[in-house]
């Protein structure tokens, strides 16, 4: 599974930006996928999953109701979309995939892609 993270800019809070995440690979459809950050200086942190359908999603709590996670499998694109942004939400955002539909993703998922770079300035 291959994955390439797109449509990181900067931006002002309050403001808005949309996350691709472009997947090849065989069955990719099938795999679970998700978005992490990293912030400078801190360690990399879980922001939402979902699942091989698009029918089940999770957020980690600092986004939930600002950010939305969604899929195109005709399209074998994953996006997520960010609304309302604040300064905390700078950081590089990293789409993954994986098997396993989990909540918690503490050592990660299997595949990474390259970050795409988020800032949000006050």
């Known amino acids: 599974v291959q994955l390439q993270a797109s449509g990181g800019g900067s931006v002002q809070a309050g403001g808005s930006l949309t996350l691709s995440c472009a997947a090849s690979?065989?069955?990719?459809?099938?795999?679970?996928m998700g978005w992490f950050r990293q912030a400078p200086g801190k360690e990399r942190e879980f922001v939402a999953v979902?699942?091989?359908?698009?029918?089940?999603?999770y957020y980690d709590d600092s986004v939930k109701g600002r950010f939305t996670i969604s899929r195109d499998n005709a399209k074998n694109t994953m996006y997520l979309q960010m609304n309302s942004l604040k300064p905390e939400d700078t950081a590089v955002y990293f789409c993954?995939?994986?098997?396993?539909?989990?909540?918690?993703?503490?050592?990660?998922?299997?595949?990474w892609g390259k970050g795409t770079l988020v800032t949000v300035s006050s």
């Open positions: 979902i699942n091989w359908s698009g029918g089940m999603t």
């Open positions: 690979g065989r069955g990719v459809s099938n795999y679970v």
């Open positions: 993954a995939a994986d098997l396993y539909y989990r909540e918690n993703y503490p050592s990660g998922m299997d595949y």
